[in-house]
């Protein structure tokens, strides 16, 4: 009985894996799809979802979510110095942008651009977020150099879950929209 | 789907999965039972009337990928088993009308 | 009215550990049930390739016939109780663990209402949940929330356990109820109420996953509100000798722990005696409960799955394949065995018995995806009528022409297909001998010339490709005597309204 290994699905050049993963992906060396890590994150294969629409609305609403933090952390403070509100501007136009694009089901290179603008908004944001915890910054002492404050927190778990995400659609865990997983038995 | 004539044993309904055979296809088994010596197991007759093909290689592990059994009736009236058949692969005898005609049963040996 | 003092009573103790026992037994047979078929779907057709997730590596022949036993994956027994493929053993634990869930929910239910401990998870007022979210945000902040008066719970894990004890249980019982054949086959509203047997399927899964999430979440939480504690509140009813409790808490999960692993250990060795032991209380309840059920299904046209799925290979035999050529007109039915009169049949004497009676019915096989088909024949129960079982039947055997050492590469065992079931499912209603479906004849796949339905019944017992039905009275002496090829190789139950 033919039994293929799901791997045969990660072959860089077959059509199964550039459909489900997207460029940049397929360009990954070879040595990637078999090496250990690999396996271990995408849980040797074992695991897989075919819930493009529901991904796809996931990441759109976590990248709401950290706009709705941000929003909210303007909204609730007084006498915010200006480069906060530059950056809370640009993190809401940002999201709000990817989290659009996301669901753009006629072109995937422009879902697949929502996607990887909004990892990477999600890292800067991780990475400011767990900074700020552990440094005081000028003119934000209630806000920063401390752990107990829920929107940070809140804005650290939807970018995490985010990249989380992101990271399940390229490892071909999950599927975003518009592609589907093609299992063709 | 195809309706061939006659073989049915409740008279109504003839299985999905056979399909009959033109008349090219039935001489070319013809053929293929004289090139191989064939004869009737109960009673020697070399005689046979060929009646539906089956598709076995999709359904049946044991059997190579394109072959088929044709259903074969011996002639001898006074045969005590008359009802066997021959296993051939479909180069051997389906002829190239049949491959190409919509309404043959689907399936059938394809290439991919 | 006397305020109840929400504490911990020893019954309420009991039972918290008793639930932990039973219910990590119905997650890990759980697993095991879905490593059959590792796969889930929302439509009941359960056509490949429409699944929305794929627990499995495996990838299908598009070129040969190929079954559900084939997709059957081998989970590992950290996982999966037992684990490697042994689907009789996990639904045993499963249904074991089930009755044992249930009792002690129940006696959890009528104790807390007649006590006044229900207090403890019921919302006194909608402002228990603006509390909720005022938890929420504290524990976002990385501390603790202050308790609600009087009581040992914050809001949020207040209403968090009473989601759990009334909604997700409740929903697991149900959503697994009504994947049992013998109760969708009574009650067609009630599967469709959860959108049909796959979409029951689907939420029965998903309750899985909040029941791990909530366990996930629970540990954590007595973890960093100080395990001592709440261990002894757990173990002794009030906050003291708090290392002892430590010490105990994880005595009594090691206690649990050596009695998955002894179930494990004990069913990959031994799985006839678990069979015979858990069966013992499994079929009894089975039969109380479920074999009184009889099926009045009628499934709309519009609702046959265009492609019925299959499961096991058709004889390879060339006295097969001749026969089927020949459309079976040298195909026979012998009926025999403690009879008054035996009888031998072909296809065209079977068909004059009666009009054909059509059923439009779901299909349930032992691994768990379904299908819609229409199925016409004669009912068994002119079969029977016509040889006059003697008094002393008590079974009806099946024999077919399929041999699963030549046929079926995929089960776990060798020899003839043949199934055993009791005489009284012979004159339940839907009850047939099928030879045509579909409105065209039996297919060869779906066992031509004849197969057996019984739509009470999970869908293994529904022998395919027949040539003998025996009216016996003792299955010991057939096969290895636990009533059918998949009873004796895989240990399923023989009675299997679930």
């Known amino acids: 009985m033919p039994v293929k290994p799901r791997d045969a ?52 609403l976590l990248l709401v979510g950290i706009a709705a933090t941000h929003a909210y952390m303007w909204a609730s ?89 992101h990271a399940s659609v390229l490892l071909g865990i999950n599927v975003a929209y518009p592609q589907r997983q093609h299992w063709e038995d | 789907m195809s309706d061939p004539a006659g073989n049915a044993a409740d008279g109504a309904m003839v299985r999905p999965e056979l399909f009959a055979l033109d008349s090219a296809s039935r001489e070319r088994v013809l053929e293929q039972i004289a090139a191989k010596g064939g004869y009737c197991e109960s009673c020697g007759e070399k005689d046979f009337d060929i009646g539906h093909a089956l598709f076995l290689g999709f359904l049946f592990l044991d059997e190579d990928s394109d072959a088929y059994m044709v259903a074969l009736t011996c002639r001898n009236p006074e045969c005590a088993k008359p009802r066997t058949g021959i296993v051939l692969p479909e180069k051997d005898f389906l002829s190239a009308a049949l491959c190409g005609d919509g309404s043959a049963w689907p399936l059938r040996a394809r290439h991919r | ?124 007022s909608w402002a228990t949940f603006a509390e909720a979210w005022n938890d929420i945000i504290t524990y976002m902040t990385f501390n603790l929330p202050p308790l609600l008066p009087n009581e ?25 109820a ?49 395990w001592g504690q709440l261990n002894a509140s757990m173990i002794f009813g009030s906050v003291r000798n708090v290392a002892w409790a430590t010490v105990c808490s994880f005595l009594i999960i090691g206690a649990i722990v050596a009695i998955h692993v002894a179930a494990t250990v004990w069913s990959l060795r031994r799985p006839a005696q678990v069979r015979r032991i858990l069966g013992a209380v499994i079929t009894r309840a089975r039969l109380i409960l479920l074999r009184p059920l009889d099926s009045r299904q009628n499934y709309p046209e519009r609702m046959l799955s265009d492609e019925h799925r299959v499961n096991g290979k058709p004889p390879c035999s060339t006295r097969y394949k001749v026969m089927a050529v020949h459309n079976f007109v040298d195909w026979r039915l012998r009926v025999g065995g403690l009879v008054e009169q035996p009888a031998t049949l072909d296809l065209a004497a079977i068909r004059a018995m009666a009009e054909p009676e059509g059923q439009r019915v779901l299909h349930n096989c032992v691994q768990g995806w379904s299908s819609i088909g229409e199925w016409k024949g004669i009912p068994l129960a002119l079969v029977a009528d016509l040889v006059r079982p003697l008094p002393q039947a008590r079974f009806v055997c099946f024999l077919t022409m399929q041999d699963n050492s030549r046929d079926e590469p995929s089960s776990q065992g060798e020899g003839q297909f043949y199934e055993v079931m009791d005489l009284e499912l012979v004159y339940k209603p839907q009850t047939i001998l099928a030879y045509e479906m579909n409105g065209n004849l039996l297919p060869i796949k779906h066992g031509a010339p004849l197969r057996l339905r019984v739509e009470t019944q999970v869908g293994f017992k529904m022998a395919k490709w027949i040539y003998q039905i025996e009216f016996i009275d003792d299955l010991r002496g057939i096969g290895y005597g636990l009533g059918g090829w998949r009873e004796d190789n895989i240990h399923y139950d023989k009675d299997v309204e679930i």
């Open chain 3, 178 to 226: 009504a994947q049992s054949p013998a109760i969708e086959a009574r009650f067609p509203w009630f599967v469709r109420l959860w959108g049909g047997r796959q979409c029951a399927r689907s939420l029965h899964f998903l309750g899985l996953v909040a029941f791990l999430i909530f366990i996930a979440i629970h540990v954590s939480m007595v973890f960093f509100w100080g």
């Open chain 1, 77 to 165: 403070q007084d006498g915010l110095p200006r480069y906060f509100q530059v950056y809370a501007a640009v993190v809401i136009a940002g999201c709000l942008l990817f989290a659009g694009s996301m669901g753009f089901g006629r072109n995937s290179h422009v879902a697949q651009a929502g996607w990887y603008f909004g990892s990477v908004l999600s890292v800067v944001i991780l990475g400011l977020a767990v900074g700020t915890r552990v440094a005081s910054l000028p003119g934000m002492t209630a806000m920063t150099g401390r752990w107990d404050f829920a929107p940070a927190t809140f804005a650290l778990a939807f970018a995490g879950a985010f990249i989380g995400l």
């Open chain 3, 152 to 176: 040992p719970l914050d809001a949020i894990q207040k209403l968090t356990y009473a989601g759990v004890i009334f909604l997700l249980a409740p929903f697991q019982i149900l959503t697994g």
């Open chain 3, 1 to 124: 009215m006397t305020e109840t003092v929400l504490d911990y009573p020893a019954w309420l103790r009991i039972d918290h550990w008793l639930n932990v026992l039973f219910l990590t037994l119905l997650l890990r047979s759980g697993i095991e049930i879905l490593s059959t078929h590792p796969k889930l779907y929302w439509h009941d057709d359960s056509k490949p390739g429409t699944e929305w997730a794929r627990f499995t590596t495996k990838k299908m022949p598009t070129d040969r016939l190929y079954d559900t036993l084939d997709e059957e994956e081998d989970y590992s027994p950290l996982i999966s109780l037992p684990g490697h493929k042994k689907l009789g053993m996990g639904r045993h634990w499963h249904f074991i663990a089930v009755i044992g869930w249930i009792l002690v929910g129940l006696s959890y239910y009528l104790l807390l209402f007649a006590t006044g401990q229900w207090h403890r998870y019921w919302p006194q």
């Open chain 1, 9 to 60: 699905l990660f072959e860089p050049d077959s059509a199964g894996y550039a459909q489900v993963v997207g460029h940049f992906v397929e360009a990954w060396p070879e040595n990637w799809h078999r090496s250990r890590l690999f396996r271990v994150l995408s849980l040797g294969g074992y695991v897989a979802f075919d819930l493009p629409r529901a991904v796809t609305g996931l990441g759109a």
